[in-house]
């Protein structure tokens, strides 16, 4: 084994070579390091992963001499040399130190073609003797050195594979590791702060910074408070900038560092920049530009060339600006910087532009967009080469597939033309055969693969399902353990019981998908053995009382014999068992039955599992025992199908066979056929110890069953109803608002879209996969309500894709979140839909006349609503007395839901609103004909009154009639 890992790390290392170094290393070809990296780590990963934890091929002594060989020597035509000796005398530890110093010293010179193609050469030879610091060594190198051309995919490639590799190491805390892991943070945070994602740059750096103060390592440290302080500069936070950039410099200073030096000061320089203060500026980059005028690191030198240019231009000393732009662009050539040469020419593109250099302003912006283009193009360039080879993969596919059907094709025609002379009719009629038969055919396997395909989406969406919701209250409930939000000890006490009650559902799912896989592969060992297999049924029958007890239903076991000796698996047994029993259980309503019984029939065991639950729909019966079947016409609760299927591949492996019958409404029976024998082997005698109930407490740990208790309402605090199948997240989500609002509970659709109709809630949070209706429906039927339709709803779920999220859009939810759901932002949108919902109230408040021209714009069941409102009030006007109780009726509604519906969206009682509605009348029929006497408008409105008329007229428009018509006139 260990010949044939060599062997293909060997191959592929010939592969490697060949397109790394056949061609002199250009650097479109670099592109391709990242992906061939990944297969070679893949490759090398089984060989290596056994050696991690061994020490390396050499001694300590070994390397302090290879070191001091290497380090002796610090030009690169010395360290050439030294390489050369050491690969000729295949002194691979050597060659791989010589290799990165190489590499480091090329990439100070400018020089990254050589870097880049040293330090492959260098993670080559690393991997081949299996070294795992000098491989996280390698890959960091090679990160940086094409992070400073600005091929930023390509770094980031190298830098997580080094971390990853890293993660793989046993030693993770010595100095080594530790060093290790901050230089691919320090990369991996550089490239996300080029590429402006600051948050995960900070992160990275902030990590770093953490492992080198660990270390004492003070240039390490300077680096990374350098880099927080860009973080900062970026943001506009220029006074924390300052302290991060003096931090630097301190430990600049402290380490001897002139680069970091001579960087802080173009960090002071910047900031000055940013604050106009030219000549400071000026003085900052004047002593980084100096600093590091002698060195051969030109890549950080140009920095502090173009920030004096910067400043001249700004200064308008434009002679000196272009003076240093001339050197920063020969310079910039050299080095191959593409992101220097865009950073010149748009500089020279803005000269150009003050001095209305029209034509040099043109050619230097599409020099800058040329090489700023090249940047972003190599970022994308490996991704889409691997976008490319695997749709030539395809095509070929394809047009391999389609010679073989024209290959097919041509066989059948010569066989008819074979049989031609047999008759046209008899040929005619076996095409016609054929064709029909084809077809029927293709049909069947469309229908076949649709099928598969609706199973395996109903699959993924269930199983995601069921993991999304635990995990939705083991985080909630962690987070708020983790910030201090829990702080009575019940509530502590109630969120550990949710979280290991849920915990304990994934546990037991991640199980059953293990089984079944490991039972269809026939991997592992089935522990037979034999015994009383009654007396076992017994005890696992007996785990379930607890719970049975608790929901009041009636659970017994009746054996016809007392005793029956039977070859089993307890395992398989208990499995069994428990799935048919938890499903029984869950299906049957409390005072039914679960009835489990038991014969010897030959050499057989029958086994019957009754109950009097729900019952299993007939187009779903052929189905129950298919691999994460479930029924799409199903009103029970939501699960993956696992539970079933597991049944059945256990039940087949003993040899033995499961049935079913099922009525809706009436109940199912289960009926299993054992034989008592497996096989002419004796078995094991079974005894009864803890093994039989060691973990059998998960199984009966059933779920809350009522619904929790709201706490007392308040008029001031706005009502939101939570509508959530799974009792723990509805606790969770509970506990998340009931400081704020008034809160009510429903486990399914029907009864909330009842208690919406019933109770007038200012904002439903519904979940989308429930028994009964599920949450898209009852987001319609809450739209299509004149008495709901103005509710904002908030959809928390676990499907996730964008299909799921337009469905729920056009049913008529307001917010889609995912769960696992951050608890902040659940509160936020709750906030933010209820203030919207408020400042619609005035917009609401304006339908008062069903003859405006004017109509606010809203939801066209509210419209609807309002409009019958109006008239019923005007036919109530109209008959000279108005009755709430009346005109609720008539809305097909009580009139406390009169009252809530108004008071919702319109911020005003039903009472006021029908007021409002008369005044409204009142005032027209005033505009409209002065010559009505006023008295007769009262009677109008519905005023027999007419004190009472004026009053109220008074009250709403600080005038009485006889004074508005006045004004009017």
Known sequence: ????????????????????????????RALLFPILSSVLLVTSQVSCQQHLHQEPAYTRVEKKLVDSIVFSNRTIDSLEQILNRFLAEENRLGAIISQRELSRLYRQDARFDEAIKVGIEGLKTALEIEDTVEIIRALNNIGTNFRRIGALDEAASYHYDALAYGELYSDKTSADAIANRNTSLNGIGNIHSTLGNLEAAEKAFREALAGDRTLNNSLGQAINYANIGRLFEARGMIDSAWVYYQKSMEFNREANSDLGVSLCHNHFGRLHEKREEWEKAMVEYQVAYDIMKNSADKWHWLESCLGIARVNAKMGYEHNAR???????????????????????????QLAVSKGNHQGALRNYQLYRAYRDSVINEQNYSQLQNIVVRYEQKRREYELASVNELHEHERRET???????AGV???????LLLLLYALRERTRGRNILRKTERLRTSFFTNITHEFRTPLTVILGY???????????????????????????????LINQLLDISRIQSSIGRSEWCTGNVVVFLRMVVETFEAPANERNIDLRFVASETKVTMDFVPDYMKKIMHNLLSNALKYTPPGGRVYISTRQEKDALTIHVADTGSGILPDDLPHV?????????????????VGLSLVYQVVKAMNGSITVKSSVNEGSIFTLTLPLRYGNKKWPVWTLDELTTRYEKWYVHSDP??????????????????????????????????????LLYSKDGEDAFDKAKKFIPDLIVTDLMMPGIDGYELCRRVRESGLTSHIPIIVVTAKSTEEDRIKGIEAGA??????????????????????????????????????????????????????????VIHAQMKKGEIDLDDIASKMSMSRSQLNRKTQATTGLSASKYVLQVRMNNAQRLLDEDASTPIGEIALECGFTDMGYFSRTFKQLYSMTPSQYRRRVR
């Open 814 to 871: 307001d917010a889609f979140l995912i769960k696992p759901f951050n608890a902040q932002i659940l509160n936020t949108l709750t906030e933010k839909l209820l203030e919207m919902r408020r400042s619609l109230r005035e917009k609401y408040s304006q339908i008062l006349d069903i003859n405006t021209e004017k109509e606010p714009n809203i939801h066209a069941a509210d419209k609807k609503f309002y409009n019958k409102l109006i008239h």
């Open 425 to 431: 009719i008899s040929l005619s009629l076996v095409t």
């Open 705 to 742: 069953v009522d619904l929790p208790e709201p706490l007392e309402t308040s008029d001031e605090k706005e009502t939101v109803l939570i509508v959530e199948d799974n009792p723990d997240v509805l606790f969770y989500m509970g506990s998340l608002f009931e400081e704020k609002y008034n």
């Open 323 to 349: 003076r240093y732009l001339t050197e920063a662009l020969n310079t910039a050539k050299n080095v191959k910087s593409w992101e220097r040469l865009a950073e010149v020419h748009e500089l020279s593109y």
């Open 625 to 641: 025992f298919k691999p994460f079947y479930r029924g799409e016409n199903s009103q029970l609760e939501i699960s993956s199908g």
């Open 1 to 28: 084994m260990k010949k044939m890992r060599n062997n293909s790390r060997e191959k592929f290392l010939e592969v490697f070579t060949l397109f790394s170094f056949k061609a002199g290393f250009p650097l479109k």
């Open 415 to 421: 066989r008819k033309m074979l049989y031609y002379s």
């Open 478 to 508: 962690g987070r708020q353990l983790e910030t201090g939000g829990l702080i009575k000890p019940n509530e502590i006490e109630m969120a550990g019981e949710a979280i290991t009650r849920q915990g304990n559902n994934l546990f037991q």
